[in-house]
C-alpha cells in the first residue's frame, strides 16, 4: 500500500511551491557561486538544481569564481600569488596562468551542465551554455602603493547581446575575465561581474551561492530579511572581525547596491544546506537572507478578497477562546476596518479598528498574528500601525478587549479599566460570560 502520509507530505510540498513555479517563470536570475564550490563533490547537485530552474522556465545568467583554481596554478607554474585588500594582485607574467584556470573551470561547468544522465535530474535536460566576451574591463590601477597590473574593475556589461542569448533559452555563463577594447585581458572578481550583470540587466533576482551559512544574529540566528541599510550595516551590530564576517559583509554591500540599483531582490544562501537555492526560490521562507529594497512585507487596508486568508489565521484562535468568533457574513461588513500583513500572498497579520466618534475612542480588535511569525514583530508593527490611524481620526482613547494576552497590552502601555468605562455601544455588546479584561491606551 502506498504512504499515505508521504504521499500527502509530497502534495502539499507541490501545492505551496505552485505559486513560486509561476512567479518566476520568464524571470532573469544571475547567479554567483566560487570556484570552491565547483571543487566540491556536492557541486553536480547544485548543477542538477540550477538547470531544473532552468527546466522551469528560469532566465539564467551564471557567474562564477575561480579563486582556489588560480592559486593552484600559479603555484604549479611558481608564481607569486599576492593579495591586496582582499583583491587579488596580478602581475602580466601571471595573466597566463589566470586564464588557464579560469578556462578549465568553465569547461568543467560546461561539461557538468551538458550531462544529460539517466536517473538524475539532469535526464533530458539539454541545457544550452553560452559563454562570451560580455563583460568589458578596465584595469583597477594604483591603489594605496599598491599595482594591481592586470586585475581590473568592470567597465560595461554587453546586457543587450546576453538578453538576445537568454530570450533563445540559452543559459549565459560569464567567466571573472574581462576584455578591453585595445585587446588587453583582466583578472576580475566575480562578485562585482554578478553585481554589474543584474543591475545592467535589471535582474530580478541577483542569488550569491556562500561558502559560510550567511547573515545571522548576534545569537547566531540566521536574518531572514534585510532592507539595503541594514545589510550595510551588518557588521557593526552583528558581525565581527573574522574572515567569514569579512566575505558575509562583502556579499551584502553587495547585494544592498545592486537593489538600490533596480535588482528587485537579492539573496544569499548557503552551499552547505542540500537543495538551498530550491528552498530559497520556491518556499514561502527560504532557508536565506533576503535584501529587498521592495515592500517584501504588504502592511494595507484589507479588501474583500482577504476574507478567506483572515478566516484562515483567526479561526484557530476562536476555537481557542483567545478571539470573540467572527461570521464570514460580519467579516464581510467590517472588512474596511481591517489592516492585514500580507507576505508573499499569505495573510500572516490581521487587526482591526472600530472607532467610536462621540466618546472620541475606538477598539483595537482581532489582533493576530500567525503561529510562525509571532517572534519577528508583526504584531507590533499592526499595533502602531493601528495606533497612527487612531490618532489620525482625532482618537483620544485606544481600548481593547482580551482573555490571554493581558500583558502584552500592558508592556505597550495600555492600562486595566473597567467596563463601565468602555464606550455605551460596546458596553451594552460586552459579554460578562467571558471576562474579558478591559485595557485601555490613552492617546492624548
Not at 601571471?94 to 550531462?115: H, T
Not at 551590530?237 to 569579512?246: F, I, L, R, T
Request: include cysteine; glycine fraction near 8%.
Amino acid at each position: 500500500m502506498p504512504n499515505n502520509r508521504i504521499n500527502s507530505d509530497h502534495v502539499d510540498w507541490f501545492r505551496a511551491s505552485a505559486p513560486y513555479i509561476h512567479t518566476h517563470r520568464g524571470r532573469t536570475f544571475v547567479i554567483l557561486f566560487g570556484g570552491e564550490a565547483v571543487d566540491h563533490p556536492s557541486f553536480a547537485h547544485l548543477i542538477h538544481d540550477i538547470a531544473l530552474l532552468g527546466s522551469l522556465g528560469v532566465r539564467l545568467v551564471l557567474v562564477h569564481g575561480a579563486r582556489p583554481q588560480i592559486e593552484k596554478q600559479l603555484k604549479t607554474l611558481g608564481l607569486a600569488s599576492d593579495f591586496s585588500d582582499e583583491l587579488r594582485v596580478t602581475p602580466a607574467e601571471n595573466m597566463p596562468g589566470v586564464e588557464q584556470a579560469v578556462g578549465q573551470v568553465r569547461m568543467a561547468i560546461e561539461a557538468q551542465l551538458s550531462m544529460g544522465l539517466p536517473n538524475t535530474p539532469m535526464a533530458g535536460a539539454a541545457v544550452r551554455v553560452v559563454s562570451g566576451n560580455f563583460i568589458t574591463a578596465q584595469p583597477y590601477g594604483i591603489h594605496n602603493g599598491v599595482d594591481f597590473g592586470q586585475t581590473g574593475n568592470v567597465r560595461n556589461v554587453d546586457a543587450k547581446a546576453i538578453n538576445n542569448q537568454l530570450e533563445q533559452k540559452n543559459v549565459v555563463l560569464i567567466s571573472p575575465i574581462g576584455y578591453s577594447p585595445t585587446g588587453e585581458t583582466f583578472n576580475l572578481r566575480a562578485e562585482d561581474i554578478a553585481t554589474q550583470t543584474a543591475i545592467a540587466l535589471q535582474a530580478d533576482k541577483l542569488i550569491f551561492i556562500m561558502e559560510n551559512n550567511g547573515a545571522t544574529d548576534e545569537n547566531g540566528h540566521l536574518l531572514a530579511q534585510l532592507n539595503p541599510t541594514q545589510a550595510e550595516q551588518w557588521q557593526q551590530e552583528h558581525g565581527g572581525d573574522n574572515h567569514n564576517d569579512s566575505r558575509t559583509q562583502t556579499h551584502l554591500n553587495s547585494a544592498a547596491r545592486a537593489c538600490r540599483k533596480g535588482v528587485k531582490r537579492a539573496h544569499m544562501v548557503s552551499r552547505d544546506i542540500n537543495g538551498a537555492l530550491l528552498l530559497e526560490l520556491y518556499s514561502r521562507d527560504g532557508v536565506g537572507t533576503l535584501v529587498t529594497a521592495g515592500n517584501y512585507e504588504g502592511l494595507r487596508t484589507a479588501t474583500i478578497d482577504d476574507i478567506g486568508g483572515i478566516m484562515e489565521l483567526i479561526t484557530p484562535l476562536e476555537q481557542q477562546g483567545v478571539l470573540v468568533r467572527r461570521s464570514r457574513e460580519q467579516l464581510e461588513l467590517d472588512i474596511k476596518d481591517f489592516t492585514v500583513i500580507e507576505r508573499d500572498s499569505m495573510i500572516i497579520a490581521c487587526a482591526a479598528l472600530f472607532l467610536f466618534p462621540e466618546e472620541k475612542a475606538a477598539e483595537l480588535a482581532c489582533l493576530a498574528v500567525h503561529a510562525n511569525y509571532q517572534r519577528h514583530g508583526r504584531g507590533n508593527d499592526l499595533m502602531e500601525h493601528i495606533e497612527w490611524q487612531a490618532r489620525k481620526q482625532h482618537v483620544e482613547k485606544l481600548f481593547t478587549l482580551t482573555t490571554q494576552t493581558t500583558h502584552w497590552f500592558l508592556e505597550r502601555g495600555f492600562r486595566e479599566i473597567s467596563p463601565d468605562d468602555l464606550p455605551v455601544e460596546k458596553r451594552t455588546l460586552y459579554n460578562y460570560q467571558r471576562k474579558s479584561k478591559a485595557l485601555c491606551l490613552s492617546l492624548d
